[in-house]
C-alpha cells in the first residue's frame, strides 16, 4: 500500500487508518460525542506505514502496510488529515485481520 498521507511514523510508530464508525444503529442516529467514541474504540484498522524500527525482534509474524489489523483500544494519537488517521506503537497491533 503507498501512502499518500504525508505522515511519515518514526522509530516504533505505525501509521494506521481506522475503519469507519457507522452513524446509525437501527433508526437511532448517534450524536457527535458517541461517534466520537466509538471511533477511539475502533479497533479493525488498515496498516498504512511503519517506522524504521518497527517490528524489530518480531520474526516472520510481522505485518506489512496495507495489511488489516486489529490494535488495543484506546490506543494512539489521533491525526487529522486527508482522512483520520492514528499513530501506534508497533506493540499496540495485537492481531492480523485474515479474511475469509
Known amino acids: ?3 499518500t498521507s504525508g505522515i511519515v ?7 494506521v487508518l481506522p475503519d ?3 452513524e446509525k444503529i437501527g433508526s437511532i442516529i448517534l450524536s457527535s460525542g458517541t461517534l466520537e467514541k466509538e471511533t477511539w474504540k475502533r479497533q479493525k484498522c488498515t496498516l498504512i506505514a ?3 524500527s518497527a517490528f524489530e525482534g518480531w520474526g516472520e ?3 506489512a502496510p496495507g495489511e488489516r489489523v486489529f490494535v488495543a483500544q ?3 494519537t489521533k491525526i487529522e488529515a ?4 492514528w499513530i ?5 497491533i495485537i492481531a492480523g485481520v485474515i479474511d475469509v
Open 20 to 22: 469507519p464508525v457507522e
Open 82 to 85: 486527508d482522512e483520520t488517521f
Open 50 to 52: 511503519c517506522g524504521a
Open 61 to 63: 509474524d510481522k505485518p
Open 74 to 76: 484506546y490506543s494512539g
Open 1 to 3: 500500500m503507498n501512502n
Open 88 to 92: 501506534i506503537n508497533d506493540e499496540d
Open 9 to 15: 511514523p518514526l522509530d516504533t510508530k505505525c501509521l
